[in-house]
């Protein structure tokens, strides 16, 4: 599979850059702010452009790259450890970033195609979009100006926005319970995407049975997420522009298939229909036999759902722009859910407060908007398990949390974040089982949703299944497009329990979520198990001044997140490393 970028005749040699070149074109990726990643990244890059110029291409494989660039140790597991791979995706959506904006100019491209570490050299002119014809001034659709925001700043955006919409909201009252509310019939104005039929490019019988079956296997695996609403049919089959715009798709997708013998081409647009703009484009590239069409068939389209409709993806990215610009009137609600994601962020406290009374108050006017109640549950469950309001005279129970989340599967059944909130509720109770039964549930409906798969991967981990749950969550980090501190976290806690206390201390350094109590408390124990008994003692002493309560609690705040007795030791280790006077039970 090959993204857009990829060149249709790289091969040629009378096309490939100079070595010269091509380190002039890695000094301009990576002095460029639009190539936004950690020096780890960029160390990552040079190292593999290096090799490759170097004629060592055979060499770049996880094991080196890890043991030479991240200064892993010669026992590194590559099939255990997703270091390398999550990396590689951070720097693969970089460079993407990067020549969508600043680049898109640039004579040269580099690229790390998907299945290996390997990068490839291209000139601009070999660059062809959809497959038919070249990229060149004349031709080159315009780039948005959303792709220039870094997710940081889309996440300041939405925070924002907050300020704008929840006045809005302000005359109604923020629900007690949902008992309390009426069953209304409306329904929150959210993005419509249409789906175009995929267009045979080869106009044989079997490539025309291959564009309607990937039509109808993309539509059904973007329509599991329930923050779009997906239309299907031909731009002349729509309704008449006198309808509300919010009634009208705001983008559209495009798809074409091209079939050369066994060589399979398939390509995909998102447009912004209000001026034609190009606002992503991939192309993949298969080998086909009669045997695999199925396969290869929904392998794309699942790839192409996560990457335009899960959170943080490409829909999600020109919302945000588009809320900031001129909001629709009737966008309020909406409005709410994508400010939900900017909070996850960064999961600051003061943040968290203003999303959830947007939430509230979306909810009060829109009592069937599942979506909704399911981000409002999730952020009382944050309120309990973050530890935000400790010294509050009423904090929110798990009881609520429970109920709003089994009003949001009530609602609608299939929507996988009203069942990732039930999940985290019955998790948070102690009911383990039920919630993993859930979570599994969930991941039957959706396994596309990398929010939803970090969770229950996580959850996994925690109640003692660690092998398969870090591997849950390092599939979503990779997958992800968003911000991955939480989630980063996680897999802290993973090498923690592993064993591996310089690649724990690694994941929660690069986290960097430093106004969450939680994170305090588990770099501690890593710091503590470690010996770091200088470092230890900031942690503590953050956690002492901040969140008091947790440092008073150590053993039952533990306890509620980590199921197995033996998992809670080896965490009570580190917590009595770092100079925490804990009694053996």
């Excluded at 959303?146 to 700043?153: A, D, N, V």
């Excluded at 009911?431 to 996994?460: C, K, Q, S, W």
Aim: aromatic share 8%; charged share 25%; with cysteine.
């Amino acid at each position: 599979m090959t993204l857009a970028m990829r060149a249709s005749a790289a091969d040629r040699a009378a096309t490939l850059p100079s070595e010269l070149e091509i380190r002039a074109q890695l000094d301009r990726v990576r002095s460029s702010p639009e190539f936004d990643t950690p020096e780890r990244a960029r160390k990552f890059l040079g190292y593999v452009i290096e090799e490759a110029i170097a004629g060592r291409a055979g060499r770049i494989k996880a094991y080196t790259i890890a043991t030479e660039v991240f200064g892993r140790e010669a026992s590194f597991d590559a099939q255990a450890d997703p270091a390398v791979r999550i990396e590689a995706g951070r720097v693969r959506r970089a460079l993407e970033r990067y020549y969508l904006v600043a680049g898109r100019d640039d004579p040269i491209i580099i690229a790390m195609p998907k299945g290996g570490y390997v990068p490839t050299f291209t000139r601009r002119e070999t660059i062809a979009l959809d497959g038919q014809r070249e990229i060149d001034d004349d031709t080159r659709s315009p780039r948005p100006e959303w792709r220039s925001l870094t997710f940081g700043i889309v996440a300041l955006i939405m925070t924002a926005l907050i300020m704008t919409f929840v006045p809005r909201l302000r005359q109604l009252t923020a629900p007690e319970s949902p008992a309390t509310l009426a069953q209304g019939d409306a329904r929150p104005a959210i993005p419509r995407l249409l789906v175009e039929p995929f267009e045979d490019l080869s106009d044989g019988q079997l490539s025309s049975t291959i564009a309607r079956g990937l039509t109808d296997e993309v539509i059904s695996q973007i329509v599991k997420f329930k923050e779009i609403t997906v239309v299907v049919g031909p731009p002349s089959a729509l309704p008449d522009a006198s309808l509300p715009p919010t009634k009208l798709p705001l983008y559209a997708l495009q798809g074409s298939v091209r079939l050369d013998n066994t060589k399979l081409r398939l390509g995909f647009r998102l447009v912004q229909r209000s001026d034609q703009s190009i606002l992503w484009a991939a192309n993949y590239d298969e080998v086909l036999d009669v045997g695999n069409l199925l396969t290869i068939e929904g392998e794309v389209a699942r790839s192409v759902a996560t990457a335009l409709a899960q959170p943080y993806g490409i829909i999600f990215q020109a919302d945000a722009t588009n809320l900031g610009q001129s909001p629709p009137q009737d966008w309020d609600a909406y409005a709410c859910t994508l400010s939900y994601y900017g909070y996850r962020a960064s999961l600051d406290p003061q943040t968290h407060a203003s999303v959830q009374t947007c939430l509230q108050k979306a909810v009060a006017r829109f009592p069937n908007y599942a979506t909704a109640w399911a981000l409002l549950s999730l952020t009382y469950i944050d309120e309990l398990r973050f530890r935000y309001r400790f010294n509050q005279t009423s904090p929110v129970s798990l009881d609520r949390a429970i109920e709003t989340a089994a009003r949001a599967v009530e609602l609608d059944p299939q929507n996988v974040r009203a069942l990732q909130a039930e999940m985290l509720s019955l998790f948070f109770r102690g009911e383990v089982d039920a919630a993993l039964n859930i979570g599994a549930r969930a991941m039957a409906l959706n396994p596309n949703d990398t929010e939803l798969a970090g969770e229950y991967g996580f959850r996994l981990a925690l109640s003692g299944e660690w092998a398969q749950g870090c591997g849950l969550v390092g599939g979503a980090v990779e997958r992800n497009p968003g911000p991955l501190g939480y989630f980063e976290t996680a897999l802290a806690v993973c090498s923690y329990i592993a064993g591996d206390y310089p690649g724990a201390e690694r994941w929660a350094r690069l986290a960097d979520m430093q106004t969450n109590p939680i994170y305090h408390l588990i770099l501690l124990a890593i710091l503590g198990r470690s010996g770091q008994t200088k470092e230890a003692a900031i942690e503590l002493q953050w956690l002492r001044a901040n969140a008091p309560e947790i440092v008073a609690n150590i053993r039952t705040e533990v306890a509620i997140r980590v199921a197995r007795p033996v998992d809670q030791a080896k965490f009570m280790e580190g917590i009595r490393g770092a100079g925490l006077d804990v009694p053996q039970e």
